[in-house]
């Protein structure tokens, strides 16, 4: 793989070090045939990342803005510079397919920049989405899929665990919407009141992905604290429920009005967690079920997951290899599980129809993924202890993979390859 790209868009050879980075603190591991090197340090909070044209890496340092670096023949970063100064920066980034654009966004704002990826430069910034809403889960996250470049995806999450509010689409919440780049008017279109949409019901979906046939996936971190209330008992179902979610969205240029199932309807990942219930990992659940909201009504109404990750492993990107024989998942871990999970980056197999790809192992699974590289003391994983990967990006030949690590001790960026 990579073989003929890589002649055009070389960035240098694997490296197995580089010199002046500080050794990783972290205690990781990789599944055979590949290795992990860290090759940046010292960031605050490094979000996304997203490799240009050219092959330089941009990387949201959240709080601080977007850092632009460069490669030397080493393979190691060589020159790095603030891009962009600006500290409302939080999570999202893209680049046109052309590499004349960058785009990047705040809690309530994506601007549009003239970008150089020769001189690393931007000039001329345009607001193309104004008032989103200002608080709640933070990371409005940014894909323009390849096929249609002058369109723009854009995920805004809940403000709550459980917001009520955004089963009405009308709420401008939890959901996913489309702008067009090009006929954006004066001061931005508004995200309430424009856009079209790419489905709702979706509590947090910060990963983004795109296929080969320029349909957008999410990923979703799904609810915390989930209980299953029957005959006036409470059970608590919350370690192994609900899975994390991969949903399908569609073309960005279709209109998508389905509901994804939240704040009512969530996915079973461990059905021995419910009394009186047949359920199977998969199933769609409520946590009070009433004569209105069951899980019936659930399984009637709401679109269910093409893929489950285990409950608070907290995805936040992904990526499709080269052949989308399998989409490479960041899972930044939990916090709300006892015994911790995620702390790591997996890849899900894929698998080819008439009618497109899905997941060879259906929503019916809740492990049909490999590990790529890991933290080794899962068990014992912390915030400051453990890779906490954010931001996924190819390189430019899809021979390594650029994984940014918001660790609370340091921020850091490792390649990722299979050696």
């Known amino acids: 793989m990579g073989a003929l790209l890589g002649a055009v868009y070389a960035q240098g050879p694997l490296p197995n070090s580089c010199h002046g980075v500080s050794p990783s603190i972290l205690s990781l591991s990789t599944t055979p045939g590949w290795k992990a090197v860290k090759i940046a340090g010292n960031y605050t909070r490094p979000r996304g990342v997203k490799v240009d044209t050219k092959g330089n890496l941009l990387v949201v340092d959240w709080g601080r803005g977007v850092i632009a670096n460069t490669f030397g023949s080493d393979g190691c970063i060589a020159s790095s510079k603030v891009l962009i100064d600006n500290t409302d920066l939080n999570h999202g980034i893209e680049v046109t397919p052309t590499g004349k654009f960058l785009l990047v966004s705040s809690m309530t704002t994506i601007w549009r920049y003239d970008y150089d990826p020769v001189t690393l430069t931007v000039s001329n910034p345009k607001v193309v989405v104004k008032d989103m809403f200002d608080g709640g889960y933070p990371s409005r996250t940014l894909l323009i899929p390849p096929a249609t470049p002058d369109l723009v995806a854009v995920q805004l999450g809940s403000a709550t665990n459980i917001e009520l509010d955004t089963y009405d689409m009308s709420s401008g919440r939890a959901m996913v919407k489309v702008f067009n780049l090009e006929t954006a008017p004066t001061g931005g279109w508004d995200w309430l009141t424009q856009g079209m949409q790419l489905g709702y019901g979706l509590r947090n979906d910060v990963g983004l992905v795109v296929d080969g046939n320029n349909n957008v996936w999410s990923l979703e971190n799904s609810a915390d604290d989930l209980v299953r209330e029957v005959d006036g008992k409470k059970f ?23 509901w994804y199932g939240y704040p009512y309807c969530f996915t079973v990942g461990d059905p021995k967690a419910f009394p009186y219930t047949n359920f199977t990992v998969g199933d769609q659940f409520v946590q009070a079920p009433n004569a209105t909201m069951n899980d019936t009504t659930c399984a009637l109404r709401s679109e269910p997951p093409r893929f489950n990750i285990p409950a608070h492993s907290a995805p936040i990107d992904g990526k499709f290899d080269a052949e989308f024989d399998y989409m490479y998942v960041s899972l930044h871990g939990s916090w709300n599980r006892s015994p911790p999970t995620g702390y790591k980056v997996i890849r899900v197999p894929f698998s080819k129809s008439l009618q497109g790809i899905y997941p060879t192992a259906g929503n019916e699974s809740i492990d049909g993924f490999e590990d790529v590289l890991w933290s080794n003391n899962v068990s014992e ?18 021979s390594r993979i650029y994984v940014a690590s918001d660790n609370d001790a340091e921020g850091e960026v490792y390649v990722l390859y299979e050696a």
Not at 389 to 396: F, H, L
């Open 236 to 258: 608590d179902v919350h370690t192994n429920n609900p899975t994390e979610e991969l949903n399908f969205l569609g073309s960005p240029q279709v209109t998508n009005n389905k």
């Open 381 to 398: 994983c912390s915030s400051r202890t453990c890779l906490r990967p954010s931001g996924i990006s190819w390189d430019r030949a899809y």
